[in-house]
């Protein structure tokens, strides 16, 4: 699952911040001691409000569109590569130290990390507790330095997701009345708006989502997928579902030789592929018999993307300005 990706509303009363994470209200020594419980189950009890924090990079990028950026002094997972810039707009990679490490998926330079003195890591779950760019064994160093906070994507919708991540936001100091935050949920609902009109435009014609492998092509299940899901059945992009999908239900694979199995007016490929799997795709001749690729229908999109409502706003706003050009 780490490698394919690829929340709770907001608490309205005192008693259930108090239960699922805000800092506690009893007077004397407790006064500051700060508490929460993530969307694993995980308690967290730290002697006063975290001001530290090392965050996965995407969501580092959604706590700075939350107002945390001054919080965030290290960050681990994709920052520069190709494919990589969408899934951490809003985040000054430059101010923050990146501490990933080299070699495998989920290392992380334990030894730099300490180096910053984190009070808290912040990381999201896919699926069930496998922590996003977080192996097993630097997770379990890492635990030793500073407790890790878990914001679950698993089985939410898009809104789901987007308010989880505003719950921890909030627990972490963020005034979610603030303007910037207030603002990007009307964005969020106009950008909304938008893909509705574009997809009405579409008319009969079909999107195929999906990725590229050297030796596989990826079809995308919208069922699984939260972003994708909020499109097809919320907003009514005519988004394919894959009839057979691998064991966990992310996607479909079909060797190149099967890659024409589902007709594709319009490809919305994965943006991690980069320029390489562009160029991956106008390689293979089955593919290039989709209409998509006949017509060069290729539409981007960011499948892991930063969990705030300003950065689903804008990708929304990208997609619908895509669409509006297909035609």
Avoid at 156 to 173: F, I, M, N, Q
Avoid at 210 to 235: C, I, M, T
Avoid at 239 to 254: C, K, R, V
Wanted: aromatic share 8%; proline share 5%.
């Amino acid at each position: 699952m780490k490698r394919i990706l690829p929340a709770i509303a907001t608490a309205v009363t005192l008693l259930a911040l108090s239960a699922c994470g805000s800092s506690s209200s009893d007077d004397g020594a407790a006064s500051a001691r700060w508490t929460f419980k993530d969307d694993l189950g995980t308690p967290i009890s730290l002697d006063n409000a975290p001001q530290r924090l090392i965050v996965q990079s995407s969501m580092a990028a959604a706590l700075t569109d939350l107002g945390l950026g001054d919080k965030i002094v290290g960050v681990f997972g994709p920052l520069r590569a190709d494919g990589d810039a969408a899934q951490v707009a809003g985040l000054d990679i430059d101010s923050v130290e990146d501490v990933t490490g080299g070699g495998e998926y989920g290392a992380v330079d334990v030894e730099k990390a300490v180096s910053l003195k984190p009070d808290l890591i912040v990381t999201s779950a896919y699926l069930d507790d496998d922590l996003w760019y977080l192996n097993e064994g630097p997770a379990k160093k890492l635990k030793g330095l500073a407790p890790i906070l878990v914001v679950s994507f698993d089985g939410k919708t898009l809104p789901e997701l987007l308010d989880g991540t505003e719950r921890a936001a909030k627990a972490l100091g963020a005034d979610l009345d603030a303007d910037r935050v207030t603002s990007a949920h009307d964005e969020f609902t106009a950008a909304g708006d938008r893909v509705k009109k574009a997809a009405a435009a579409l008319g009969d014609r079909k999107i195929l989502a999906g990725s590229a492998a050297q030796d596989l092509f990826y079809v995308s299940n919208p069922k699984v997928s939260p972003d994708l899901s909020y499109w097809r059945d919320e907003l009514g992009l005519p988004i394919t579902l894959p009839d057979n999908p691998d064991e966990g239900g992310y996607f479909e694979s079909l060797s190149w030789e099967n890659a024409d199995k589902y007709p594709a007016d319009v490809f919305l490929y994965d943006d991690r592929i980069g320029a390489a799997g562009l160029q991956l795709l106008a390689k293979e001749k089955v593919f290039q018999s989709l209409d998509a690729a006949k017509n060069e229908a290729y539409v981007p999109w960011t499948s892991v993307a930063p969990s705030s409502y300003q950065a689903y706003a804008d990708l929304m706003n990208r997609l619908a300005d895509d669409l509006a050009e297909q035609k």
